[in-house]
Nanobody, 123 residues
């Protein structure tokens, strides 16, 4: 499985960005797809995740109500819509895939990772 993120960039506080994660490789319709982020000097942290079968989703408290994860199974693509961005959202954002539907917020339960895309929130 290969994951390629896109959509990062520089945005002012209060602005919006939409990240995309395109997956290629074996069929991944039963996977869990997650978004994580890592700021300089900090550990990688969970942002949001969704099961590709069913409607199960999970969000970190810090992004709940501002970020939305969505999926397009036909395109093998997962999105992260980020609204009301804050400077503390600045980080490299990573897409990840778990073929075994394990714990949604735990990085070690994801077997495949993208290269990351930088999101910078600054005026």
């Amino acid at each position: 499985v290969q994951l390629v993120e896109s959509g990062g960039g520089l945005v002012q506080p209060g602005g919006s960005l939409k990240l995309s994660c395109a997956a290629s490789g074996p069929p991944f319709s039963s996977y869990t797809m997650g978004w994580f982020r890592q700021a300089p000097g900090k550990e990688r942290e969970f942002v949001a995740a969704a099961r590709l079968i069913g409607d199960s989703q999970l969000y970190a408290d810090s992004v709940k109500g501002r970020f939305t994860i969505s999926k397009d199974n036909a395109k093998n693509t997962v999105y992260l819509q980020m609204n009301s961005l804050k400077p503390e959202d600045t980080a490299v954002y990573y897409c990840a895939a778990d073929p075994y539907r394990r714990e949604m917020s735990t990085p070690r339960d994801y077997d495949y990772w993208g290269q990351g895309t930088q999101v910078t929130v600054s005026s």
